[in-house]
């Protein structure tokens, strides 16, 4: 794996990563993590890195275009369908964990608690 990712090309992955962040936590909602756009920017950064440098890191810079000082800018974006999916299910489990925390199996759901 030839590492030619420039600081120029980390800030723009950077840049997009927490684009995606912060595009993730605001439609996840309420209900989700305050950490969501960690999650999301973290997940997009280091698959962003992944496809730019091990998957495309073999093409030259006539091959990929739009090349950013050794980032492959367009396929880095194949970076937010894995990303949107981590997110997915990182939602689903928190969400599914507080419903499970305010209404505990077995009782249900606005019954009077007896007293």
Known sequence: MDFDLGVAGMALLLAMALGFGLLAQLVAGRGATRW???????TF?????????????????????????GLSFDETLL????????VFVARRAIGRRHAERDHPRGTASGAAHPG
């Open 45 to 69: 950064f280091a698959i962003g890195l992944l496809i730019s440098e091990a998957w495309f890191g073999w093409a030259t810079e006539e091959d990929l275009q739009p090349n950013y000082d």
């Open 79 to 86: 970076a937010i369908l894995p990303s949107s999916v981590v």
């Open 36 to 42: 969501m756009w960690l999650i999301g920017a973290a």
